[in-house]
């Protein structure tokens, strides 16, 4: 934006102005679509990666906190509830996502079987309590961001109410 601002105000034929301005309209296409592409990737071998923990939780094991690296991208979480729910239909899972850089927010999300008696959305939302953030979803999945410090007591909120509802430790 500044750049182009830059051409704009700058001293240049009407002609150089436009083929600037469609030069710096290219590019940021192109660093939009790279970035998107990274981002996509990341979520992939995110989802990859936790459905390989998933498969190594111990026999028997219903309910699972943990960190899934997808940078605090909320737009990966439908892929990743659907690879889930459809290989793991009876698990309780939260995850956690610290979003990229300095200020960065934690994405906290929820799935939780249908008739369970712990629910995603209050399952998130006591969850973020504890960090400043606000959620909502349904019984069965759920999403909301927090500040990430205080992070690990979130956690550990996380796991005590699964424990509390569901009677059974917790895997992580």
Do not use: M
Not at 125 to 142: D, F, H, I, R
């Amino acid at each position: 934006v500044a750049l182009r601002q830059k051409v704009d105000g700058g001293v240049l034929s009407a002609v150089a102005k436009a083929e600037l301005r469609g030069a710096l309209e290219a590019e940021a296409k192109r660093a939009t679509a790279a970035k998107k592409k990274a981002l996509q990737a990341r979520a992939d071998n995110a989802i990859a990666a936790l459905k390989k923990d998933l498969a190594a939780l111990p026999a028997g094991a219903t309910t699972a906190v943990v960190d899934v690296d997808i940078g605090g991208n909320g737009k990966a979480l439908q892929p990743l509830f659907k690879a889930v729910s459809k290989e793991f239909p009876a698990l309780h899972l939260l995850g956690y996502s610290k979003a990229d850089g300095e200020d960065a927010k934690v994405l906290f999300f929820a799935l939780c079987p249908k008739d369970s008696a712990l629910k995603a959305n209050e399952w998130v939302s006591a969850t973020l309590a504890e960090v400043g953030g606000k959620g909502g979803g349904t019984p069965q999945n759920a999403q909301g961001n927090g500040g990430a410090e205080g992070l690990d007591a979130a956690v550990a909120k996380a796991e005590e109410l699964a424990a509390a509802a569901l009677g059974e430790a917790v895997a992580n």
